[in-house]
């Protein structure tokens, strides 16, 4: 068996051109090389969606506002999904710029909950670590788990600093007059709060989140 692959042209940032023409690159990928377990695995991670009943009609792709700012669309998302095309899916930037808005959910006439599906090869995407470098959403996610995971609590203060450092340090000068603010005012504190008993709380995310990977220290 042999999988076509189509990816629209990006620009030197990794980011979608947003020109109108877009560069079409063909890639052929072998069944060998494909993971054919992947959309039943997301399929049951993502509560048991039915992938495999999608018909591939496209009123997800045509009902999303942000599909033209997408690699691949909703409807080519969920046919790579179902056909193992495990590295594309968790390396489009499609599934971070779902908004969450569950046009795709409401529309969808197999009543697939689409934005569930995102969710959950968003999770799968950062517990392997391949999502674009210095992309602020999933290291901002990772952060924020990672934070309360090992204290019980988060701090604002000190989430933004993790952001700041692993993606762009010059942010933290342009909103600096914004941040000494916040802390004059107490909505913001960069003491680290910690809770008791941390350790039933890291049972509790282990046993809701079986896939995800221990925090990196």
């Known amino acids: 068996m042999i999988g076509f692959l189509s990816t629209k042209h990006r620009n030197k940032n990794g ?5 109108r023409i877009k560069k079409v690159v063909r890639r052929v990928k072998y069944e060998s090389e494909l993971d054919l377990g992947f959309g039943e695995t997301i399929a049951e991670r993502a509560y048991g969606q039915k992938l495999l009943s999608c018909i591939q009609c496209g009123t997800c792709s ?8 997408m690699d691949f669309t909703p409807r080519r998302v969920i046919a790579m999904v179902r056909e193992g095309f495990r590295e594309e899916a968790l390396n489009s930037f499609t599934i971070w710029l779902c908004a969450s808005c569950y046009s795709c959910t409401v529309q969808c006439p197999r009543q697939i909950h689409i934005t569930d599906v995102m969710y ?45 450092l692993r993606t762009n340090i010059l942010k933290i000068f342009q909103n600096t007059r914004l941040g000494l603010h916040l802390l004059r005012r107490g909505r913001m504190s960069v003491r680290q709060e910690k809770i008791h008993r941390k350790e039933d709380l890291r049972s509790i995310l282990g046993a809701v989140s079986p896939t995800r990977e221990e925090p990196r220290s």
């Open 15 to 19: 980011s979608p051109s947003s020109g």
């Open 62 to 69: 045509a009902t999303c506002p942000l599909s033209y700012y």
């Open 120 to 164: 959950t090869l968003k999770r799968e995407a950062i517990a392997r670590e391949m999502f674009p470098r210095r992309y602020p959403i999933p290291i901002l996610a990772r952060g924020f788990f990672d934070i309360v995971h090992r204290n019980g609590r988060n701090s604002e203060g000190r989430l933004l600093l993790y952001l700041y």
